[in-house]
């Protein structure tokens, strides 16, 4: 299937997302967030997909927020649906059960740094700019900013954010836990490629587990989190990854990962 404002192609069980609206800056318009939430329910159930990577189209931005024409017209009501539907993608997209890496070109603002947000691991270009303006324009996030926001970089930093909407560079976003690399512009797909490609190669089981219990996890009590870690450690017992993982050290020798 084809889509009109992104490109998916899937190479050895990595999805590429890019968002392909060069001219706009890539913003999320109500198409770019249809397109994305039918890519995230493909990376999520396609057994051919194992992680995605997603990056916007040209060399200017990752994704500059969503369209501020679309917002201009609406109302309370679909304001809180449009609202809804991007956070839904989102969320999509962070439960998956598969590693998704956000490759940043560019600015990456509004929604646009939301996305990125909800991606498991972000990688950006020297170039990139970060933030969220909606403050200056008499909106606030819409998909769920105020919420990941803190969770990743600390109250006092996200709301200094949130309040004064002000941009912050690629280094300053590295220096208080926005991003996780930052790398030349010319390297960042193979970068962002290469981190995924390192986790795939770890037991897939594992993998998954290890995304259930963080992404669930941080939204459950330390007690309920803690018992489900245990659970899934538990669980792991019954795969042949743990037993093929645990043998092959014992015998001095790589795993052999089947994913089951
Ligand atoms: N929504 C809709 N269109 C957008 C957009 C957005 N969030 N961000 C950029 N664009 C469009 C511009 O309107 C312009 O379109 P045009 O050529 O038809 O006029 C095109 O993308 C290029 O943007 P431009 O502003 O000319 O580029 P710039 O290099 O001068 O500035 C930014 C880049 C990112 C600083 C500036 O585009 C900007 O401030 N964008 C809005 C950021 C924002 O507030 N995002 C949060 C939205 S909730």
């Known amino acids: 299937m084809s889509y009109l404002t992104i490109l998916y192609d899937v190479r050895d069980a990595i999805a590429f997302v890019t968002i392909n609206r060069p001219d706009k800056l890539n913003a999320l318009n109500d198409q770019v967030v249809e397109d994305l939430r039918d890519a995230a329910e493909r990376i999520a159930t396609d057994p051919e997909v194992r992680g995605a990577l997603i990056t916007g189209a040209g060399p200017k931005a990752f994704i500059a927020g969503a369209d501020i024409a679309d917002l201009a017209r609406q109302g309370p009501f679909d304001g809180k649906a ?41 990688v950006a270009s020297e170039n990139a700019r970060f933030g969220q303006p909606e403050v200056k324009l008499g909106i606030i996030p819409g998909y769920a900013g105020t919420q990941r926001l803190p969770r990743l970089v600390g109250k006092g930093r996200a709301l200094q954010l949130l309040l004064g ?26 970068e962002a490629e290469q981190l995924l490609r390192g986790i795939l190669a770890q037991g897939p089981v594992a993998v998954r587990l290890v995304l259930e219990a963080v992404e669930r996890g941080l939204e459950m009590t330390l007690d309920e989190a803690s018992n489900l870690e245990a659970n899934l450690f538990g669980l792991l017992a019954s795969s042949k990854d743990m037993r093929e993982g645990l043998t092959a050290f014992l015998e001095k020798r790589p795993p052999k990962f089947e994913g089951r």
């Open 82 to 122: 449009r609202a809804l539907r991007g956070q839904a993608v989102l969320r999509r997209l962070e439960t998956c059960g598969k590693p998704v890496i956000a490759a940043v070109n560019g600015f990456a603002l509004g929604g646009g740094c939301e996305l990125a947000m909800a991606c498991h691991i972000r």
């Open 165 to 190: 909407g002000e941009m912050i560079d690629a280094q300053e976003a590295y220096r208080i836990g926005l991003v996780n690399k930052v790398v030349p512009a010319d390297q960042l797909l193979a």
